[in-house]
């Protein structure tokens, strides 16, 4: 009897580890003392569509070999008292800017940056 009692608890250490371990594949519970797995509907897979990027003459023409851009915001919010201010450059291939954020102690963090 007492080899029995210990049985059992190696068969339920050996499916509570089946369950835990997602071995079984499907989801998996111990409900009153018994192992039920519930069904799941199949999920179909993702329709994967190749794409071939082609160069030409008319490509070409719209194709801008020094792009620059400029951009900027503020905020100033006095109900909230959010405050922030953003810009932005991109001139001959270098992106500079800063931003800055207001403090709820008033003082401006500011941060300025440079990618190339």
Known sequence: SG???SKMVSVKLVILSLVGSGVLGVPTEIISGRLV????????????????LVNSAED???FDPNPQYNFGYSVADTLTGDGKTREESLQDGVVRGSYSVADPDGRIR???????
């Open 60 to 62: 070409e023409e719209g």
């Open 3 to 5: 080899c029995r009692g």
């Open 37 to 52: 797995t519930h069904a799941v509907e199949a999920v179909p897979s993702p329709i994967l569509t190749s794409v071939r």
């Open 110 to 116: 500011t941060v300025t940056y440079t990618a190339d």
